[in-house]
């Protein structure tokens, strides 16, 4: 969230290969996912409108039972300077002050006891000694702040994650985001080391934004309220991992569903819904025409047939919205044509095992 103050070889083979294809191509089968794809729908659904003259600079979200709770990026003007609780409506009902002056407030992140966790991470030009955590535990009047500091010098973050109970910060920056975790346990009144624990690379998108331009740049973070996923925001799309226990090895190893966020002219905030069907962001409007106001944005994530990296295949009867005239036939006669080609490849493979067996009599 940027700142505005800092195989098997031979005709065996073939034929094995074309079996798994033809399989792969059977309705109502779940297969792997082999790159990223986008949602079919890329287009949010508005939630609430923010309406409150502070929040013009949101950075960071998390929802919560009742509404959202929310963090502005900008420390310029002390009304600006709180953590904000919102309603359903999106309106302010609530807020807690930092008790000392924050930095660059740039993401939200909740753990699975309902503690809050501001990241007070940004840093545009690179020179601060040390980044922050400040941790807001449940029916707590003011956060505590925790320091760290990078092994590698400075660097700009806007996206935060909870491993366990473990901090992990993403960094901003093009082609690969760096993972950074604290060494230790985290200590109000200590510096506490970070170590780079991976780094993540996200795929190439065409989205249209306006600052796409920038790449993949992550902007956001969060966690699903089962923990099996999670999600990292650009200006112009969500990328979503699935999580087997380990956040770190999902981002550095996983292949992540494409989620389009084209509506949004400077996305830095996502979360899920509590139900976990549902991504929500909001774009910051600072920079917009007098009179914008922010927009949480409601977008469904993408239908898994389980917490692994797989999609599940139409049947041949249900064709998606949007399909042309007929598609249902075409459906059903590709699903036809699979079984048969299906059929064919293992009788191929039988008798060509059955060939070979007679040979070597």
């Keep these: 969230m940027a700142g505005h103050g800092e195989g098997v070889p031979g005709r065996a083979g073939a034929v094995v290969a074309v079996a798994v294809l033809v399989v792969a191509s059977v309705p109502g089968r779940a297969v792997a996912a082999p790159s990223p794809a986008p949602a079919a729908n890329a287009s949010g659904t508005p939630a609430c409108q923010v309406r409150d003259g502070r929040l013009t600079e949101i950075s960071g979200m998390v929802a919560t039972g009742t509404g959202f709770v929310v963090v502005n990026d900008s420390a310029d003007e002390e009304p600006r300077r709180r953590i904000f609780f919102l309603d359903a409506d999106c309106d302010v009902v609530r807020t807690v002050r930092y008790p000392s002056r924050p930095r660059d407030t740039e993401d939200l992140a909740v753990d699975a006891d309902g503690t809050l966790w501001v990241a007070d991470i940004g840093d ?3 020179t601060r000694q040390t980044v922050a ?3 807001l535990p449940p029916g707590a009047e003011r ?3 925790h320091r760290m500091t990078y092994p590698d010098g400075p660097h700009d973050a806007e996206a935060l994650l909870i491993n366990g109970g473990r901090p992990v910060i993403v960094t901003k920056q093009g082609g690969a985001a760096g993972l950074y975790a604290p060494t ?3 200590k109000p009144g ?6 780079r624990v991976g780094q993540v690379r996200l795929p190439h998108t065409t989205t ?3 600052f796409a331009f920038l790449g993949g740049l992550v902007t956001g973070a969060a966690t699903a309220p089962d923990g099996r996923r999670v999600v990292l925001r650009t200006y112009a799309d969500a990328f979503e991992f699935d999580v087997d226990g380990d956040v770190i090895a999902a981002l550095t ?3 992540p569903r494409v989620v389009p966020l084209p509506d949004e002219p400077q996305g830095e905030s996502i979360t899920y819904s509590r139900d976990g069907r549902f991504l929500l962001t909001v774009s910051e409007t600072a920079d917009q025409p007098a009179g914008t106001k922010p927009t949480i944005l409601r977008y469904p994530v993408p239908v898994v047939a389980s917490a692994t990296a797989e999609v599940a295949a139409p049947t041949p009867t249900a064709a998606k919205v949007g399909d042309p005239p007929g598609s249902r036939g075409k459906a059903a006669m590709v699903g036809a ?3 048969i080609g299906l059929g064919l490849a293992v009788a191929g493979l039988i008798g060509m095992t059955r060939s070979r067996r007679t040979g070597k009599r």
Excluded: C
């Design 124 to 126: 545009n030009d690179r």
């Design 133 to 135: 955590l400040w941790k």
């Design 143 to 145: 956060p505590v702040l």
């Design 208 to 210: 249209s934004n306006p």
């Design 184 to 186: 230790g346990d985290l």
């Design 253 to 255: 190893s996983g292949t």
């Design 190 to 195: 200590a510096t506490v080391p970070l170590e």
């Design 337 to 339: 044509v699979g079984v």
